[in-house]
């Protein structure tokens, strides 16, 4: 497909679980965002790629969520030892390089992780 | 810490009508863009309209336009023309020149009445 894709789309878990959400970015796009958006309030960045640059962490709230991307493309978040206060809509995004004509971020449909 | 304010938490337009969405936003930077962004409750987010802070003319995507006032740190969002496809959530967010994260307002969830 031409754009952003998160799978699953929605993930039920026990709180102690560990939760892996995938992201696939356009063709071609070197920059990765994922973001956090939780019930009412707005987007919340978490972390970000930018080609075979190290990642901007500064964003994850805890030692327990981390991300990786392999390749330059595919993008995995992963949450240890869910909580509750984790529930929430993940969102991932990707651009072409920054600097260029453009700054828009294209979005995914999200992965709406609920933790019990 | 920089941040974007919208005050409007929800709004309500007829159909066919005019809307305007406020915005602000706290920099210290010079050059920086803004955007407005729809998420309808399908969730996926999409770009209505973008300006580049160095640029003084408003931008314009049809029925979609912009008031963007610099020194007053203002960017509102005004919609013509109101369809109810334009019911969803609005969010406000500013990207940093040197800073490659969004910083988002908490969102005007709008409503389009027949």
């Known amino acids: 497909g031409a754009g952003v894709s998160q799978s699953p789309s929605n993930k039920v878990t026990e709180k102690g679980k560990d939760v892996e959400l995938r992201c696939d970015p356009i063709s071609g796009h070197t920059a990765l965002y994922w973001y956090r958006q939780s019930l009412g309030q707005g987007l919340e960045f978490l972390i970000y790629?930018?080609?075979?640059?190290?990642?901007?962490k500064s964003g994850l709230p805890s030692d327990r969520f981390s991300a990786e991307r392999t390749g330059g493309s595919v993008s995995t978040l992963t949450i240890q030892r869910t909580q509750q206060e984790d529930s929430a809509v993940y969102l991932c995004?990707?651009?072409?390089?920054?600097?260029?004509?453009?700054?828009?971020?294209?979005f995914g449909p999200g992965t709406r992780l609920t933790v019990l | 810490a920089q941040t974007v304010t919208q005050s409007q938490p929800e709004m309500s337009v007829q159909e066919a009508e005019t809307v305007t969405l406020s915005c602000t936003y706290d920099t210290s930077e010079n050059n920086y863009y803004l955007f407005w962004y729809k998420q309808p409750p399908s969730r996926q987010m999409i770009l209505v309209i973008r300006?580049?802070?160095?640029k003084q003319q408003n931008a314009t995507e049809n029925r979609f336009s912009v008031n963007f006032q610099k020194a007053a740190k203002s960017f509102s969002l005004k919609i013509s023309d109101s369809q109810l496809g334009d019911t969803a959530m609005y969010f406000c967010a500013k990207l940093g020149g040197n800073n490659r994260k969004l910083i988002w307002g908490l969102g005007t969830s709008l409503a389009v009445n027949p």
């Open positions: 300006q580049e802070a160095y």
């Open positions: 995004a990707s651009s072409s390089r920054p600097g260029l004509d453009t700054n828009e971020q294209f």
């Open positions: 790629f930018q080609g075979n640059s190290a990642p901007d």
